[in-house]
């Protein structure tokens, strides 16, 4: 049987055997391609010309594992809406890791395939609907130029998973940079062996952040290293109008990839907040709240590192703390300069926080679409007769071409920095629904989840035909409701 041509390799195998459990993926009983992302392959070095489509669904489902495979499931903890429990894979296994051309090595990761030690009570499945979810708003990201986990494959299990009703079962091939989370961290400080803690430290050190190895503490080198990831990629968020929706700190990547897609979904009218989780009823996790709880997730991350930070209690503490609190000005400066960018502006003038929050105000107020605004703004299109019957926008507008006139900079060179940075395609959630209802209805209709795949490959180019992709749901997402992807 031809093969894809995986790598593999085993480093997280590596670490003491507290971190995992070995576990065989279930068998599926008819397994189906239902998408393959011939892209990511090709990038990771696999080749998929010359594997049937039937040996493809029968890797990819685990029932006949890639040569070189490893499986195993990772023991993590983490703060689940705000309370600690000991978790772990409960639905996934790694693979193993891929070593791609370029050099780098990756996690394949199976999520779907079965029961583990660590799947309390659930049944270690996941249906097809949610796996195409994180499929598409995974590869979504990535267009925007997020960091993120990818998605190789969904492959239909042929079985049934019980929900609410029944609903066809499958597994996802996630590609992540590692799985390493900080609850990963919180699950071996809990254990209370040091020894675990320090390797863990220096196996993240290694495959993530190899300059901290030569810092005077490498734990709080590495502890700095992913406040600052995260600072970056909660304004990427933010920037784009994204609602993780279960920031919990088993969700939350070492290496700054936004990772686990479940009740996600994206900002329509602004707001800070909305959310959209069914669980989520105290809006913890709502758009707004998100660089807070980043910052909230790191310190349970600092807590973790404390014993291999410093031998000396208080003074690691103290360490831990300062690194932390970094956090809040290290994201607000970002977070200006990502909404400069978001209105062309170049330089900063002492002017521009007003600027810019006035004009989030006037979305508030009006219940405009976060999109669409920047993207008008971006292409030259509020036009004067809307203004005239809009005071408050026009007197923002004016101030707005003076700030830009004083900034001295040629228009082209303002708008393509807009266009760079206001999507015109997001993955709109009533467009998502649709594309997901047309792949798991009776006629398993993949056509509009294609097209919509293919749309958002190019997010910040505006082409003709596409306007359906740019309309907002007729209520603005207020009815909209997300759930877990279990
Ligand atoms: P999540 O909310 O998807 O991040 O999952 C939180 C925890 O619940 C992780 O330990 C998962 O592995 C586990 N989990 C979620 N769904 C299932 C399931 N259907 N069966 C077993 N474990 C699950
Ligand atoms: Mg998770």
Redesign the pocket.
């Known amino acids: 049987m031809a093969s894809l041509g995986w790598r593999f390799d085993h480093s997280y195998a590596r670490l003491p055997e507290a971190m995992f459990a070995r576990v065989a993926p279930a068998r599926a009983r008819d397994p189906r391609v239902v998408v393959f992302n011939h892209t990511l392959a090709s990038t990771l070095g696999l080749d998929a010309s010359a594997v049937d489509l039937q040996s493809l669904a029968a890797s990819l489902s685990g029932n006949a594992l890639p040569e070189g495979a490893l499986p195993l499931a990772q023991a993590y903890a983490g703060h689940?809406f705000g309370h600690f429990a000991m978790?772990?894979?409960?639905?996934?296994l790694l693979v193993g890791e891929h070593l791609c051309p370029d050099g780098s090595r990756v996690d394949i990761h199976f999520k779907g395939s079965g029961?583990t030690p660590?799947?309390?009570r659930?049944?270690?499945?996941?249906a097809l609907g949610p796996m195409l979810r994180e499929y598409l708003i995974s590869e979504a990201m990535h267009g925007l130029g997020i960091p993120t986990t990818r998605s190789l494959a969904v492959v239909a299990t042929g079985e049934a998973v019980f929900r609410e009703s029944l609903l066809d079962g499958a597994v996802l091939t996630r590609v992540a940079r590692s799985h390493l989370r900080v609850g990963t961290f919180e699950y071996a400080s809990a254990r209370n062996e040091p020894e675990l803690l320090d390797a863990l430290v220096r196996y993240a050190i290694d495959r993530h952040y190899p300059d901290c190895a030569a810092a005077e503490r490498p734990a709080l080198a590495l502890l700095n290293q992913v406040i600052d990831r995260q600072a970056s990629l909660v304004v990427h968020w933010l920037r784009v109008g994204f609602i993780h929706g279960?920031m919990?700190t088993?969700?939350m990547s070492i290496c700054g990839e936004t990772i686990?897609y479940?009740p996600c979904a994206f900002l329509e009218r602004y707001d800070p907040a909305v959310a959209f989780s069914s669980i989520d009823q105290g809006k913890r996790y709502a758009f707004g709240n998100q660089p807070s709880i980043a910052q909230w997730n790191l310190a349970r991350l600092a807590e973790a590192l404390l014993p291999a930070i410093d031998a000396d209690a208080d003074q690691a503490l103290a360490l831990a703390e300062e690194a932390v609190n970094r956090f809040a000005e290290l994201y607000r400066s970002r977070q200006v300069d990502m909404m400069r960018a978001k209105l062309g502006l170049a330089g900063d003038s002492s002017d521009d926080e007003a600027l810019i929050t006035d004009f989030l105000g006037w979305m508030r107020e009006r219940d405009a679409d976060y999109t669409n605004s920047f993207s008008m703004l971006s292409a030259g299109r509020i036009a004067a007769g809307k203004l005239e019957s809009d005071s408050s926008l026009a007197a923002w507008h004016q101030r707005w071409q003076a700030r830009l006139q004083a900034g001295g900079e040629p228009l082209d060179a303002v708008t393509s920095r807009m266009r760079a940075t206001n999507p015109v395609y997001i993955p709109r959630n009533h467009q998502v629904e649709a594309a997901l209802a047309a792949a798991t209805g009776p006629a398993g209709d993949l056509q509009p989840l294609e097209r919509l795949l293919d749309v958002l490959k190019r997010p910040y180019l505006e082409r003709p035909g596409l306007e359906a992709y740019t309309q907002p749901a007729q209520d603005a997402g207020r009815g909209y409701q997300t759930f877990?992807?279990?």
């Open positions: 689940q978790l772990g894979d409960g639905r996934a029961p660590f799947s309390r659930g049944d270690g499945r996941a279960v919990n088993d969700n686990d479940g877990c992807g279990t």
